[in-house]
């Protein structure tokens, strides 16, 4: 990654982010250098602590007139706007109101006059630019009771960056730099959610037309660059993320009987089959440790479904359950000294915790009827799972500070498979509240219900770390 800085009435911090390969890599997350001790970091507020700073996100000014880049400058302001708005941390000021303020020709001719009518604390202006070689964008974060600059990029992509999927990225990117450095908090802008869905089964099917076929796909966190990252004529699902978001385990019928695989979406390493199973010992539901270096998950090897653990490249094989009833859907705690699953030792299905080397087993629900669990990163101490409610599911969180439990979703539809976003504050999930089954998110207090997938069915999303 190649860096620079420029000035024009504000400091440039320049980061090259290699857009032109997203489809292939992960989005580079630049890396501004170290402040001097002369740079004085600007907090932008709203005067009131109890109230979040207003923030207005207008158009990006496209700096070259041909239409590809007007496009994608509509397209990061768009983005950026709806990235702030997810996390809550600002009040975003409505889009709607913006057409009473000119429009800037530049992000450093700004009328912070007529912002501050709108009330705005902060206002984030940036340009696109073509260029010989690629695009350039840059931003600013301006604090308009001031006139100072919060903040300040300059990012670089390649001309495959200025199509409306690509340009995504940069506001992204954004996003993510100014929760983290007005915040303190780290976004989930540039994380990805894997999922199974069954939306190409019917093209791919050839002679198995008598069986169902899923594959595994991945998006943005807000659904959008859907695509897909296995093609088999069998059942994969249940995708893990590892914790660096560069692999990624899953469960698969592609050997004729259950097994797990590890697969890199971005093209740096081989399909993987570290259990290496068979009919009689068959693998599945995988869980990757806090540090990548294990993996916890549930096999027939020993004649019954138990939880068992190993290294990430199948070695050091150890079974932590030994119980008649079925054990399964191992998740591991924050700190990787605890792992939660789901029996049915009771009889009926139920959350347990124990150690990770299978002491300390501990029942933490007593419900109808509980499935999937899946532990919420640090700082928090959660447990997300499905419980049963009526005739279908629920989603609930299992506190461990207080030992309570408070429902997540409504009991409209089926809901199931829920999964913390990275920084703990939104949960994935499965529902049929909208017919199929269907990606949903939502915000760990219930509130911001999203629908994210609407092609096919779709089951077993995971978030990225």
Request: hydrophobic letters at 35%; aromatic letters at 8%.
């Amino acid at each position: 990654m190649t860096s620079r800085s420029c000035f024009s009435a504000a400091v440039f911090v320049a980061s090259a982010v290699a857009l032109g390969i997203a489809a292939q890599q992960p989005p580079a997350q630049p890396t501004p250098p170290p402040k001097q001790q002369s740079e004085v970091a600007i907090v932008i507020g709203s005067g009131d602590p109890s109230l979040p700073p207003k923030i207005a996100v207008p158009p990006f000014i496209a700096l070259t007139n041909d239409s590809e880049t007007q496009a994608a400058a509509t397209t990061i302001g768009e983005v950026l706007w709806n990235d702030l708005e997810f996390e809550k941390e600002f009040y975003m000021i409505p889009r709607d109101t913006y057409r009473t303020v000119p429009s800037p020709t530049s992000i450093d001719d700004v009328p912070l006059d007529r912002w501050k009518e709108l009330g705005a604390d902060g206002v984030l202006i940036g340009s696109v630019r073509k260029t010989p070689t690629g695009v350039t964008v840059q931003f600013r974060l301006i604090n308009v009771a001031s006139g100072a600059s919060a903040m300040a990029r300059e990012y670089s992509g390649s001309a495959t960056s200025l199509q409306i999927n690509e340009c995504r990225v940069f506001a992204h990117t954004i996003a993510d730099e100014v929760h983290k450095e007005q915040r303190a908090l780290n976004g989930v802008a540039r994380t990805k959610i894997a999922f199974t869905s069954d939306r190409d089964g019917e093209r791919i099917r050839g002679p198995l037309t008598d069986r169902g076929i899923s594959n595994l796909y991945m998006a943005d966190y807000d659904g959008e660059r859907q695509r897909r990252i296995t093609i088999s004529k069998a059942l994969d699902i249940t995708p893990v993320w590892s914790p660096d978001a560069r692999s990624i385990a899953f469960g698969s019928w592609r050997s004729g009987y259950q097994d797990i695989y590890v697969l890199f979406p971005y093209g740096d390493g081989v399909l993987q089959n570290p259990t290496k199973g068979n009919a009689a010992r068959q693998n599945f539901l995988p869980a990757f440790s806090p540090d990548g270096t294990r993996i916890a998950y549930t096999s027939t090897g020993d004649g019954n479904s138990e939880i068992y653990v190993m290294n990430r490249d199948g070695s050091n094989r150890q079974r932590l359950t030994n119980h008649p009833s079925i054990d399964v859907t191992p998740t591991w705690s924050p700190t990787g000294t605890q792992i939660a699953f789901t029996s049915d030792r009771t009889g009926s299905p139920q959350i347990y915790i124990m150690n990770a080397d299978g002491t300390g087993l501990q029942q933490i629900t007593r419900e109808s009827a509980c499935d999937r669990p899946t532990w919420s990163p640090a700082p928090l101490n959660e447990i997300a799972y499905s419980s049963r409610a009526g005739g279908g599911n629920i989603v609930k969180i299992f506190d461990f500070a207080t030992r309570s439990t408070r429902a997540l979703t409504e009991a409209i539809g089926n809901n199931e498979s829920p999964a913390f976003s990275p920084n703990g504050r939104h949960v994935a999930f499965v529902s049929t509240r909208a017919g199929k089954e269907q990606i949903f998110t939502i915000h760990r207090d219930g509130s911001g219900l999203r629908q994210i997938t609407r092609t096919g069915t779709n089951r077993y999303p995971n978030w990225s770390r």
